[in-house]
């Protein structure tokens, strides 16, 4: 009888481990963040990023649309992230590259005053957030690491949760106890 009650426990757990890594939703985001000037210095110096994750088909979308509202020009815009690998190339618009240290950046990304640009790109990572900088004149450059800034979503690596990482350990235990029971038998 105990040799079935561990069987059934470790397939349990090994049920619950693959359904919770199987799982996993992907959601729409959207928001705004600012990217102030070197300084903090807020108001109309700021930059303002409307974003967008959307998923489909195994793939996220990431859009970004920069505003400019001050009387200085964007010369680039650049978001930050370390799995760089997930991005699906082809897919970055016009001017942006793809740099393993940096992310991707788009330059010359030339936003006039008082106007925006959208920049996107895909990856197979869902997101998480990370730094975003933009050059440009006076009174830029601007970043979300500045005073006042924020984060913007960014491909972030996929981390099994703690529940799931806990069953995995729980069922990876069972199994010697598993196989020293049958053997007793």
């Given at each position: 009888?105990?040799?079935?009650?561990?069987?059934?426990?470790?397939?349990?757990?090994?049920?619950?481990?693959?359904?919770?890594?199987?799982?996993?939703?992907?959601?729409?985001?959207?928001?705004?963040?600012?990217?102030?000037?070197?300084g903090g210095i807020s108001g109309n110096n700021s930059?303002?990023?409307?974003?967008?994750?959307?998923?489909?088909?195994?793939?996220?979308?990431?859009?970004?649309?920069?505003?400019?509202?001050?009387?200085?020009?964007?010369?680039?815009?650049?978001v930050e992230f370390s799995d760089t690998a997930s991005?699906?190339?082809?897919?970055?618009?016009?001017?942006?590259?793809?740099?393993?240290?940096?992310?991707?950046?788009?330059?010359?990304?030339?936003?006039?005053?008082?106007?925006?640009?959208?920049?996107?790109?895909?990856?197979?990572?869902?997101?998480?957030?990370?730094?975003?900088?933009?050059?440009?004149?006076?009174?830029?450059?601007?970043?979300?690491?500045?005073?006042?800034?924020?984060?913007?979503?960014?491909?972030?690596?996929?981390?099994?949760?703690?529940?799931?990482?806990?069953?995995?350990?729980?069922?990876?235990?069972?199994?010697?106890?598993?196989?020293?029971?049958?053997?007793?038998?």
């Amino acid at each position: 009888m105990k040799i079935h009650a561990q069987l059934t426990v470790a397939l349990a757990a090994a049920t619950i481990l693959i359904f919770g890594l199987s799982s996993q939703t992907a959601q729409a985001q959207s928001g705004t963040a600012v990217l102030t000037p070197t300084g903090g210095i807020s108001g109309n110096n700021s930059l303002s990023v409307d974003y967008l994750v959307t998923y489909g088909s195994g793939i996220y979308t990431y859009s970004y649309d920069v505003e400019n509202p001050t009387t200085g020009y964007v010369t680039g815009f650049n978001v930050e992230f370390s799995d760089t690998a997930s991005v699906v190339v082809p897919s970055i618009n016009a001017g942006g590259t793809l740099d393993p240290a940096l992310g991707i950046t788009w330059s010359p990304a030339v936003i006039d005053p008082s106007s925006s640009a959208t920049f996107s790109f895909e990856s197979t990572d869902p997101p998480g957030f990370d730094t975003a900088n933009s050059a440009g004149t006076t009174p830029g450059p601007w970043a979300s690491i500045n005073l006042g800034g924020q984060d913007v979503p960014v491909p972030a690596a996929v981390v099994p949760e703690p529940a799931t990482t806990s069953l995995l350990a729980l069922t990876l235990l069972l199994l010697p106890f598993r196989s020293t029971l049958l053997r007793k038998s």
